[in-house]
């Protein structure tokens, strides 16, 4: 693989068990990893430098996103998911992101300052972004589908028997739930819930009381499924939908008997949901944002989207009601909620469109474990990795598993992020309270859009006698840890899990993560301080070997960076290698690019917004940005640096954003051990460096293009597979063909 020496540094003949068709880096004798740099500050600002837009950079991620949904040789099943969780994500963008806008944008509207441009530039991307998704639904999946039979017919599609079936319908499930206001001064505009579906119309005639109350509000409830199949007596043999919208707009007339009904169109308005507790002034923090929850369904609107047919005079009402600008107005020709189309997804489920889907993924049990197999006398052995999702998750859940039965485990400690609604972790720690054992749960209740679940999880726990706390007040514990605290003999051992990503069954399953499992005395060592801190609010030790924000992750990120900058000034080879979801911080984006400046090369895979101006010409020369977009959505953290014949990989769950580093309980963890750490180096750096069929590369301006093809086309082997078909693909295909995993047909 001669080629990528320009994509990380001369090669060696080394080889590893696992991996030897990606081996690229390990030198003949592995070093140890580089001592932690003393800490510096951070770089100052590198001159003639602008910063990408953040949010500019948000909306250009959902761009790579979408175009898996334009791809004609994705199974038309997925294309449709991809372009659901466009929707999905711009409603989250639009919940977070556009609330500082729009305040900043009607402060600055009298003095007509960069505030307000800039407001009007982010709504022109974002209405560029939502016209391809409709014209994407509309002029190709929608047909591609109707060729496959499947088909969500409009009103004057349907013949008189598929009429009566909706009618009945309508009678049966619709109407009992409806109420329409009619709006008056003693009828005021209705409280609209975020993201609801809702109808505006215009009536003629007068009411009962002989009054002419022009507009009425309809709000349909959430409860109704958004998508209806038609039973095969009235389909013909096709598979047939009708949309909730639909049959409600159909029969609008017959909900106000007696009024002449005008113009009308469904709306939709995103309010501002990130929910803001003042956590010094609360006696207690799960009641204050239980309370918090009632009313986020109801903060700022920052965004109304309306029918493409909206009557100029509806649509002006509405955005004066929930006082937007007229940039605030999407007009959509279609649902005006794609992402509730993933229920059309969950409906095609019969064998004739499995054609249409992903072959299906199984990944089997972690290749370094065997089942059944004691995780406390492997673990004394050395440090295990399973890199999810080519290898499972189940592995995690295995070594809870043990310890909960184990009759010498005495604790255990866990965090909890997000871990979802259903979920077997939380079952196995539910029944090691039930066997004694001292269980601590530190229970991150502000995980964004997951606060309930974790309210309710928090609630469960302390029901049975767990100890539960809440982390520390104003920052989030986004740290992902298990330990476990087992007696052996006369002495107590620690063994421990670290992880990139969420304690989550299901996510585990579409999200590429490492988990790390260990009994390394130093880094369990740590973890412990850690729980006590957390749970004390006790003064923090001297890690060992743990990064940890708010107090040095950032500090040592900087130095590691900058002193490598001045090895490379010193002519020593130097690189970095990093892999993460995001990098918005100003105070790295600049170490990194004075870093380049002086000769280190870097490569950044970054999956989402990343504000470095790449290959710039006399400023970043040196600073390649990647982001993979593939099947699965890659969630690993994996920094890796090198400084003349020393090198070091951390593992972390903190992307380099400023709130990971200032307001998170976040780690980073070095991966010591040479052949764990090789594995990482080919799976998930050199694999998607290689990467020609899912990356995309920034370029100096500011825009990401697709790489096609083979990017080294000189190479054999391994590497043109990765070119060809993806670095997701390629471990796909790695795991299936060691029988580690298997695509199933």
């Known amino acids: 693989m001669k080629a990528l020496d320009t994509v990380i540094f001369p090669l060696t003949a080394a080889s590893t068990a696992l991996a030897p068709e990606f081996v690229t880096m390990l030198p003949k004798t592995a070093p140890s990893v580089a001592e932690t740099p003393p800490a510096t500050d951070a770089a100052p600002p590198a001159p003639m430098l602008t910063l990408l837009d953040r949010d500019h950079a948000i909306l250009a991620f959902n761009q790579r996103v979408l175009d898996w949904a334009h791809r004609p040789e994705v199974p038309l099943i997925e294309r ?43 709504a022109e991307s974002a209405h560029a972004l939502v016209g391809t998704q409709y014209a994407l639904y509309n002029d190709a999946l929608m047909p591609a589908f109707s060729e496959h039979g499947v088909r969500i017919i409009s009103h004057g599609e349907r013949n008189p028997a598929q009429r009566k079936w909706v009618h009945d319908y309508f009678e049966r499930e619709v109407r009992p739930l409806l109420i329409p206001v009619g709006l008056d001064p003693s009828h005021p505009f209705p409280q609209v819930a975020n993201k609801s579906l809702n109808f505006i119309v215009r009536l003629g005639g007068k009411d009962a009381f002989g009054r002419e109350n022009p507009i009425a509000i309809l709000k349909v409830p959430r409860v109704l499924p958004r998508l209806i199949r038609m039973p095969a007596k009235v389909s013909g043999g096709k598979t047939l939908f009708v949309a909730l919208s639909s049959i409600v707009r159909a ?25 803001a507790v003042d956590e010094e002034d609360v006696k207690n923090l799960r009641t204050a944002l239980r309370q918090g929850l009632e009313h986020r369904h109801y903060g700022q609107a920052v965004r109304l989207e309306v029918s493409a047919s909206c009557a100029e005079s509806l649509a002006s009402f509405l955005l004066a009601q929930f006082n937007l600008p007229p940039k605030s107005l999407y007009r959509v020709h279609g649902p005006v909620n794609l992402a509730r189309l993933t229920q059309l997804i969950d409906l095609l489920d019969e064998p004739q469109f499995k054609a249409l889907r992903f072959a299906p993924y199984k990944a089997s049990y972690p290749i370094t474990l ?44 866990q965090t909890i992020y997000r871990t979802g609604t259903d979920s077997a972790l939380m079952d196995l720690l539910r029944e090691a309270v039930r066997r004694g054992k001292e269980v601590t749960v530190v229970v991150e209740l502000k995980a964004r859009f997951d606060e309930e679940a974790n309210i309710n999880w928090a609630e469960m726990l302390e029901s049975i006698g767990a100890q539960v706390v809440y982390g520390v007040v104003g920052l989030k514990t986004h740290a992902k840890m298990l330990l476990v605290t087992r007696r052996e003999g006369k002495q107590m051992r620690r063994y421990g899990h670290l992880s990139t990503g969420n304690y989550n069954p299901r996510t585990s399953a579409l999200y590429t993560d490492i ?42 990120l900087v130095a590691q960076i900058d002193a490598l900058g001045a090895a490379a000034e010193r002519g020593e080879p130097t690189r970095i290698v990093a892999k993460m979801n995001a990098l918005t911080d100003e105070a790295l984006v600049r170490a990194l690019v004075q870093a380049g400046q002086k000769g280190v090369k870097i490569d950044l895979i970054v999956r989402g917004a990343c504000t470095l101006p790449a290959q710039v010409p006399g400023l970043t020369d040196n600073v390649r940005v990647r982001s993979v977009i593939g099947r699965f959505l890659e969630h690993s953290r994996v920094f890796y640096f090198r400084n003349g014949p020393d090198e070091s990989l951390y593992l972390s769950s903190a992307d380099w954003m400023n709130r990971n580093m200032m307001r998170r309980i976040e780690l980073a963890w070095p991966v010591t051990d040479p052949g764990l750490r090789q594995r990482l180096i080919d799976e998930c750096l050199v694999a998607y460096l290689h990467d020609g069929q899912d990356a995309w590369d920034l370029g100096a301006d500011g825009v990401y293009r697709r790489v096609h093809g083979d990017t080294h086309a000189g190479e054999e082997g391994a590497s043109r597979s990765i070119e060809a078909h993806g670095a997701q693909a390629a471990l796909m295909g790695r795991y299936a063909s060691r029988g580690l995993g298997r695509v199933t047909n």
Request: with cysteine; aromatic share 10%; hydrophobic share 45%.
């Open 80 to 122: 449709l998911r991809y372009l659901c969780i466009v929707s999905s994500n711009l409603d989250e963008f639009f919940e977070v992101r556009a609330a500082p806008h729009l305040i900043a944008a009607s402060l600055g509207e009298a003095k007509g300052n960069e505030t307000v441009a800039s407001f009007e530039r982010l």
């Open 251 to 275: 029969h609008l007339s017959s909900m106000f008997p007696g009024r002449e009904v005008g113009d009308f169109s469904q709306f939709r308005v995103t309010r501002h949901s990130d929910l």
């Open 370 to 413: 065997s089942p059944g197999q004691s995780f406390f006398d492997r673990l004394q052995r050395g440090d295990v990795l399973i890199h999810q999702p080519f290898e499972s998750f189940d592995g995690v859940l295995a070594f809870l598993r043990e310890a909960v039965l184990d009759p010498q485990v005495l604790a255990i400690k």
């Open 515 to 556: 988990s790390h499992l260990t009994a390394d005395p130093l880094l369990t060592a740590d973890m412990e301080a850690l729980f006590v801190h957390l749970a004390s609010q006790s003064r923090l030790p001297k890690l060992h070997r743990v990064w940890l924000a708010p107090f040095d992750l950032h500090r040592n």
